[in-house]
């Protein structure tokens, strides 16, 4: 029994407002789906933020459409569950992909958490925020001793774990059942496979990357989709890549060498087919950072699509100040982060926007109501 799992496509995201980053998601999504359909595996698995927002654009929907046509063309079904930014928090609330389920999508609720598929057990749990991990934990208990009835059993989650996201987890390894025979994971942009009870945990990353953070990973494992093989006494994956659409490059430079080295960067920029992502890391060495960044943006823009440049002082490496110039709307994210200071207040101030804007007001009171009171314990 083979079958194949991706996660985290995040359709609709326009990374740094920029459009041209909007089409790259969609386009790496339909080069994953058009790998999966050539592979024919009995099925699919997608765990989680197949949308970057519960309320997708338009042209979003028509990618995620026909694609799941022509795995329904295949005659290959996909089992999928909702992420944190595909589900609106919202009572009675239904996520986009309900809007495929005649093109052979079955999306995994809490009302209807599993199927069975030949034999195979398939659980699902959508996510759940650390605020409701005790629910979670319940989830998980019924599914694990439903499927102690069958041989193969497969769990979709799309949580942080302890152990891979230790500032931002949800839930700790140790609490999670061991009776599976594979872990199909999502949350985490980074690839990851580790052997957990009698099978495997597997995190197949995003499909492309949605921050600056994932670089390290992608350039090691890249970005694709994982085939999975249950039909022996352990599970056999393998990770099969697809090529994106542009250029993520990361490069360091020194102001002293400033010339010679734009130089030579513009000349490797100069000779790739579509323009790249940059992140620029720039050893000042006493050098002025406006004057610096007028330099770099005005001989680099019509090279890059996205330039962003990190500050580094030589006499203090820990000091490390970046400016970004994205042609295009920045993030929320990153402006709140440079106009509040205190760190926890500017991570409210962004869940609240994107809770709002999602029309997720009631996330946004709870948000705003567990946040006042972590804070008054604290003081007490």
Known sequence: MRFAHFS?????????????????FYRAFERAVAGIARER??????SGDLFDSPKPPPRALWVAQRAFSKLRERGIPVYAITGNHDMLFRRGAMPPQVLYKSLGVNLLTEDEPFVVHKGVFIGGVPYHSKNYVSALRESLGVLSKKAGKYGKAVIMLHQGIDRYLPKGYEIELNEIP?????YAMGHIHSRIKERFGKGMLLYPGSTELWSAS??????????????????GDEPAVQNVNIQLEREIMHENITALR??????????RLSRLA???????????????????????????????LSLRVSYVMDKDKAEKVTLARSFGMPQVQEILQDVIHD???????????????????????????NFYKNTKGEKA
């Not at 061991?178 to 594979?182: D, E, S, W």
């Not at 992608?218 to 999975?228: A, D, E, S, W």
């Not at 400033?258 to 000349?267: E, F, G, H, P």
């Open 8 to 24: 985290d496509s995040h359709l609709g995201f326009r990374q740094y407002g920029i459009y041209e980053r909007e089409l790259d």
């Open 41 to 46: 595996p009995d099925f699919v698995l997608h």
């Open 178 to 182: 061991k009776n599976f025979t594979y």
């Open 214 to 231: 994932e670089y390290d990973d992608y350039r090691r494992n890249g970005k694709g989709f994982t085939l999975v093989d249950i039909g």
């Open 258 to 267: 400033l010339d010679r080295q734009i130089a030579q960067l513009a000349d």
């Open 274 to 304: 579509k323009r790249p992502l940059l992140y620029l890391d720039v050893k000042e060495a006493g050098f002025g950072r406006s004057s610096l960044h007028d330099v770099l943006t005005g001989k680099l823009a019509g090279l890059v």
């Open 343 to 369: 760190k926890n207040k500017a991570k409210l101030a962004g869940m609240l926007f994107e809770s709002l804007a999602a029309g997720n007001d009631e996330q946004a009171a709870k948000e705003a109501e």
